[in-house]
């Protein structure tokens, strides 16, 4: 009785991970990303889009409401997913195996990293508005371990979830036959791709600025 209690309890949190790794987090992601490419636009560009985005009403609301909490859900079931190693069926297939591991290894990267990024970004260096964000993060990046950080935190992040889409397509039975998913994981690994070009375009706006 209480076996199964906990099998249906698993099932719905595993579920509830999945979703929250497609809406917000990876909406969310490439949105950020994009916004931030402002920065190869001017300083300028790049501050007024930072102030619209801070200046949003419902603010408190959409950062907490709509994206820290399932964000922090799908980090807390995440690591709860990592340290229990539950049985997966795609630890059976073998050709996947290579990425079961690295969708564990980039979670573990991009955990510490968005600690990282968000304590810095929203308490440390920009912790009032309205500022010149763009000079001080300039400033930041200019330094060549916090450049490569962010290089590796973008990479893992673009790695993360071109193959969490992947596996969420079979999760969810989108893409049940062996061909479908070879073109899948095709498809998302360009899209991937294409994701961390933007990510480093709009890290290098402030370094080629
Ligand atoms: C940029 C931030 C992140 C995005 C966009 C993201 C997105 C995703 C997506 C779309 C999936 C696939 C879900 C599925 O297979 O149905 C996934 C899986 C996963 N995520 Fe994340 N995630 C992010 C950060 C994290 C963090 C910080 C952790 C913390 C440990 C984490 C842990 C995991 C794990 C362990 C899986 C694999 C679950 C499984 O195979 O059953 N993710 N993620």
Redesign the pocket.
Same mark, same amino acid.
């Given at each position: 009785m209480s076996a199964d209690k906990t099998t249906y309890a698993e099932f719905l949190i595993?579920r509830l991970?999945?979703l929250t790794? %497609?809406a917000p !987090? =990876?909406v969310f %992601?490439g949105f950020h990303l994009f916004a931030n490419s402002y920065s190869t636009k001017s300083g300028g560009a790049f501050n007024s889009i930072v102030d619209s985005l801070r200046g949003m009403p419902y603010l408190p609301f959409i950062e907490w409401g709509l994206l820290l909490s399932p964000f922090i859900f799908?980090?807390v079931a995440?690591?709860w +997913? +990592?340290v229990t190693g539950q049985p997966?069926i795609?630890r059976q297939n073998r050709p996947r195996n290579w990425a079961y591991v690295a969708?564990?290894v980039t =979670? +573990?990267v991009?955990?510490v990293f968005?600690i990282y990024h968000v304590v810095t970004m929203k308490y440390v260096y920009l912790d009032s508005t309205p500022m010149d964000y763009y000079e001080i993060l300039r400033a930041k990046f200019a330094t060549p371990w916090i450049y490569w950080w962010y290089v590796i935190g973008i990479g893992c992040?673009a790695f993360? %979830?071109a193959n969490? !889409?992947c596996?969420?397509c079979m999760?969810w039975g989108i893409t049940v036959t062996r061909q479908s998913q070879r073109l899948t994981a095709a498809a998302l690994a360009a899209a991937g791709m294409i994701l961390f070009a933007i990510g480093l375009t709009a890290l290098n706006g402030f370094t080629h600025g």
């Open positions: 595993r991970h999945s790794g %497609l !987090l =990876a %992601l799908h980090m995440g690591v +997913i +990592i997966n795609l969708q564990r =979670a +573990i991009v955990f968005i992040a993360h %979830l969490g !889409l596996t969420f999760t």
